[in-house]
């Protein structure tokens, strides 16, 4: 059996720091805002070649304040890709504003750049992009539009540490990025966790401020601010895995190069191959109108796959306000998408065995 992802036999090669690491921090008994989160928020930003990173509870709370941090009047609007996981879209809501939802083109699923203009009104603020898989937005066009009508850019990097775009790290290609380090993200804590990036000193002390309450110091409280912050056990594990994360997603491409080679089975739509070693294969996804057979298909032969995902936030009941809206590339690619196997546990034998029996599949 080949599951689609096992949490165990991701952590297993950093067992023993990872032990020692929480036997530390229990002897040193100091849990929130510490040392080791300075510490982590250092690596991070340099890793991703930003002046700033600040650590917070989740993905979803990155990104959330990232955009409260600006105080945009309340309903404004910000694009963001109907195409995404929730999350994305969720944050806009969490801060008092609207979402605007914008296609995705269909051989990359990331959102349409030609599109973009089309959405934009007297109230639109920002674009909040999704790098989605781990492959990076075409940021040229999308800056282009934003310098046109003077509008921020923010990144939800939550599937891309370490993917770039003409050399620049996700997490730098816009105004503020959030990532998530949910356990099964590229770079992954043992629980929650999250980071902003940003460049600008003023914005980085507000979402440091945000992230603890609205304080600006102890018992001193200059806004309503949120309760997100990343716990020190869990900077001081990230940071350990954080020396791991190139070869690991250099591992990811290498695997994504073999499946692109060598799957050719007529009835499967393959993802775009066009920049295999800038991407960072937080999933590789596949597309067929014959999908739910695939995977039952694969299923039977061993080979545990994923939907991501399965129903798109447009159609969600929470975001009934959105259901009579219709995104048709969209819908079809939540209906044709299916996630095979990548991930750095993965062994050679298994690759090409998940190869020959995807190869095999006639539906
Ligand atoms: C995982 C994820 C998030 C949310 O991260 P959490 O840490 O679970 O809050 C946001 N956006 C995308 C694209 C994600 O994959």
């Known amino acids: 059996m080949i599951p689609f992802l096992s949490l165990q036999n991701t952590n297993k090669p950093y067992h023993d720091d990872l032990i020692r690491i929480f036997a530390e921090k229990l002897e040193k008994g100091w849990f929130i805002l510490g040392q080791e989160l300075t510490e982590f928020e250092n690596r991070f930003a340099s890793y991703c070649e930003t002046n700033f990173c600040l650590g917070v509870a989740n993905g979803l709370d990155a990104l959330t304040i990232i955009l409260k941090a600006y105080k945009y009047p309340p309903q404004s609007e910000i694009i963001v890709p109907a195409n995404t996981y929730i999350a994305t879209i969720l944050a806009v809501i969490n801060a008092g504003l609207k979402p605007v939802l914008v296609e995705p083109l269909l051989d990359t699923y990331l959102i349409d750049s030609n599109q973009l203009e089309q959405a934009i009104t007297k109230k639109t603020k920002a ?4 790098h989605l898989y781990g492959k990076c937005c ?3 066009a999308i800056q282009a539009v934003a310098t046109k009508y003077q509008l921020q850019i923010f990144e939800d990097a939550a599937q891309a540490h ?4 003409l050399g620049i790290k996700a997490g730098n290609l816009g105004d503020a990025a959030g990532f998530s380090f949910y356990p099964s993200k590229n770079l992954g804590a043992l629980g929650d966790g999250g980071a902003i990036t940003c460049n600008d000193e003023s914005l980085a002390h507000e979402y440091r401020q945000l992230r603890n309450y609205g304080s600006s110091q102890k018992y001193v409280f200059d806004e309503i601010g949120l309760n997100s912050r990343l716990d020190e056990i869990q900077a001081a594990f990230l940071s350990l895995k954080l020396q791991y994360l190139d070869s690991e997603n250099v591992y990811r491409q290498k695997i994504a190069r073999n499946y692109l080679e060598q799957i050719n089975n007529p009835s499967i739509v393959l993802p775009p191959s066009n920049s295999i070693d800038k991407d960072v294969w937080h999933l590789f996804v596949i597309r067929t109108e014959k999908r739910d057979k695939l995977r039952t298909y694969l299923a039977q032969q061993g080979i545990g796959t994923d939907i991501h995902y399965p129903v798109p936030p447009h159609k969600q009941k929470a975001l009934s306000e959105f259901n009579h809206l219709c995104f048709p590339i969209t819908e079809k690619i939540h209906q044709e998408v299916l996630s095979i196997p990548l ?10 065995y998940i190869i020959e029996k995807i190869n095999y599949f006639n539906g």
């Open 127 to 130: 674009i909040l992009l999704t």
């Open 138 to 140: 075409e940021m040229t």
């Open 162 to 165: 370490g993917a770039t775009y």
């Open 343 to 352: 991930n750095p546990t993965l062994q050679e034998v298994e690759i090409e």
